[in-house]
Nanobody, 122 residues
Framework: QVQLVESGGGSVQPGGSLKLSCIGS????????IAWFRQAPGKEREFVGA????????EYSASKQGRFTLSRTNTKNTVYLQMNSLEFEDTATYYC???????????????WGQGTQVTVSS
């Protein structure tokens, strides 16, 4: 059974940092990409970035590059999203997703976690 479990969300002040984790289990070898999406209330799910868990290749949404960094463990089953210089607009539920290839569209991914809430407030 495939599972993706996110953790690390919470409340932070503007300018602060958070590190989210996504632990995968039962992932088929064909699921080479782990992506992060986020969804704010009333908005569509938005691509944040993706990492190939075998090669470590990363790609980011243009607006996130520079503030957000993806990494993975050597076991290739855990992916991290380091978020720095957080802004009010970063408030959302953050989801990790597994797929065969990367892409901006949620339907490109086969597996999803339950999400972790990130709130940026003063």
């Amino acid at each position: 059974q495939v599972q993706l479990v996110e953790s690390g969300g919470g409340s932070v002040q503007p300018g602060g940092s958070l590190k989210l984790s996504c632990i995968g289990s039962g992932l088929p070898i064909s699921t080479g990409v782990i992506a992060w999406f986020r969804q704010a209330p009333g908005k569509e799910r938005e691509f944040v970035g993706a990492i190939n868990r075998f090669t470590g290749y990363t790609e980011y949404s243009a607006s996130k590059q520079g503030r957000f960094t993806l990494s993975r463990t050597n076991t290739k089953n855990t992916v991290y999203l380091q978020m720095n210089s957080l802004e009010f607009e970063d408030t959302a539920t953050y989801y990790c997703a597994g797929g065969r290839t990367s892409g901006l569209i949620p339907s490109n991914y086969d597996y999803w976690g339950q999400g972790t809430q990130v709130t940026v407030s003063s």
